[in-house]
């Protein structure tokens, strides 16, 4: 996490004086970057400090004229101070386009505000104009009111009543785009997502979902045109306001809605759309980029391990397993996967002690248990296996494939009778390999009878 996305969540938690710190180191590596003055506009206007954000959005536009965000922030700062024409002047260039903004991409009440300082200066009739929009924009904010109370059903149809008084809102789209997504339905998410890059082809944000949507879909080419796109306009922030249960976020079990999603997340998503298309090359520059991007991103490591191991260049996947661990030495799954990898190598030893160091981590993953006994069953190491195959059915008593396979080593064995036992555990655990299981009984119950005779 970089000092602006740190500053991002500080903010969030509102603990404001140290965001101040924050943006303020921001700003002085990057004075020059109109978005980031103007987030340090935002901050000063939740702070009360009308006259300081006002002069943060004037410096930001003086280096960026386009940022809408900082007319918007100075128009809703000249309101506040009754300055309403100038209010005005900067709301109607602002909301000439509606582009949504990363870290709050709904921004609702700019008409609300115009009208009621253009019903201030005597204007009626301007302000009747904004009716529309106003109540577009409080089924938006409904809409997002029943989402955070997980009403998104609910939050869908107040879009599609926003949608039904403006039908290009951008924020509308995008907001029913995300709760769509939320709810898992893809196609329709895409649908939704299509019309609104219709509108604006650059929308980092819809681009970001609709390429979610593709992965899910399982249309990697797609998700990569939209990632690729991400890259190639390589925001300072994808996404942050509702990005739960998106993209990576779904796959880390992150339900908190303010998470930073950034470009390195970016990267990461298209590095395994890059792999499951099997083009492994431009799948590791991607995880390379990742850990540039991000030096503390293990799972980028972990993933060109994998990447190398599964092109049987072993020793440069130990090397990124190990990189991995040295970032987080309680990654498990790198564990896990140089165990593979040094089994490979035909290092058994090594193999075994990586299992056995998770094994001792978390004596209650029945996983674990569970790969290690493979290994030793590999390695006819038959007591071990047995050993562990029944440390797995102790943790999950539900696990058929562990009875099943402690009877095949007790029918190697010739201990019959213990394999008889296994089977039928494994039978009346409801297994969905019953067939095979069923011949393996019989022919253990063929090989007992023989032997008793």
């Known amino acids: 996490m970089n000092k602006y996305e740190e500053f991002l969540m500080t903010f969030d938690r509102e603990d404001r004086n140290k965001a101040l710190l924050l943006i303020n180191e921001v700003l002085a590596k990057n004075n020059k970057n109109s978005y980031y003055v103007c987030e340090r506009a935002r901050l000063y206007l939740a702070m009360n400090r009308l006259a300081d954000a006002r002069t943060e959005c004037t410096k930001a536009l003086a280096i960026d004229p386009k940022n809408l965000q900082a007319r918007r922030t100075r128009s809703y700062c000249f309101f ?214 991000d030096p503390k991103e293990f799972k980028a490591a972990l993933g060109a391990g994998e990447i190398n191991a599964e092109l049987r260049n072993y020793q440069a996947a130990l090397k990124d397993y190990d990189w991995a661990l040295k970032i987080n030495p309680k990654f498990w799954d790198a564990y896990i996967a140089r165990s593979r990898c040094y089994e490979s190598l035909h290092e058994t030893d090594k193999a075994i002690a990586d299992l056995s160091h998770v094994i001792g981590a978390q004596p209650k993953d029945a996983g674990a248990f569970l790969l290690r006994a493979e290994l030793y069953e590999r390695l006819k190491q038959f007591k071990k296996a047995i050993d562990d195959y029944t440390q797995v059915i102790a943790i999950a008593p539900a696990d058929d494939d562990a009875y099943k396979s402690r009877a095949d080593i007790y029918t190697k064995l010739g201990d019959y009778k213990k394999a008889i036992a296994d089977y039928d555990a494994a039978l009346k655990l409801g297994s969905e390999d019953s067939e095979a299981i069923k011949k393996a009984r019989a022919r253990a119950l063929k090989l007992m009878s023989a032997k008793s005779h």
């Open 80 to 293: 506040m101070m009754k300055d309403y024409k100038k209010g005005l002047d900067d709301i109607n260039i602002a909301l000439k386009d509606e582009t949504p903004y990363p870290v709050d991409m709904n921004f609702t009440g700019d008409y609300e505000n115009r009208a009621k300082a253009l019903l201030l200066l005597g204007k009626k009739n301007e302000a009747k104009k904004d009716e529309r929009y106003i109540a577009a924009d409080r089924f938006l904010r409904q809409a997002i009111q029943a989402r955070e109370g997980a009403g998104v059903e609910k939050a869908i149809a107040c879009c599609d009543q926003a949608l039904a008084l403006d039908s290009t809102s951008l924020r509308a789209l995008l907001f029913k785009a995300l709760c769509l997504n939320n709810l898992m339905r893809m196609p329709e998410c895409i649908k939704v997502l299509n019309r609104l890059l219709s509108l604006k082809p650059n929308l980092v944000p819809a681009l970001y979902l609709r390429a979610d949507c593709y992965r899910e879909t399982k249309q990697p080419e797609k998700a990569i045109a939209d990632l690729s796109k991400i890259i190639e306009i390589n925001p300072p922030l994808v996404m942050f306001k509702y990005a739960a249960h998106t993209g990576r976020l779904r796959d880390k079990f992150t339900y908190a809605d303010d998470q930073v999603v950034n470009v390195a997340d970016i990267y990461f998503l298209r590095a395994n759309c890059f792999a499951t298309l099997k083009k492994y090359d431009l799948a590791l520059k991607d995880f390379e980029k990742v850990l540039e991007l």
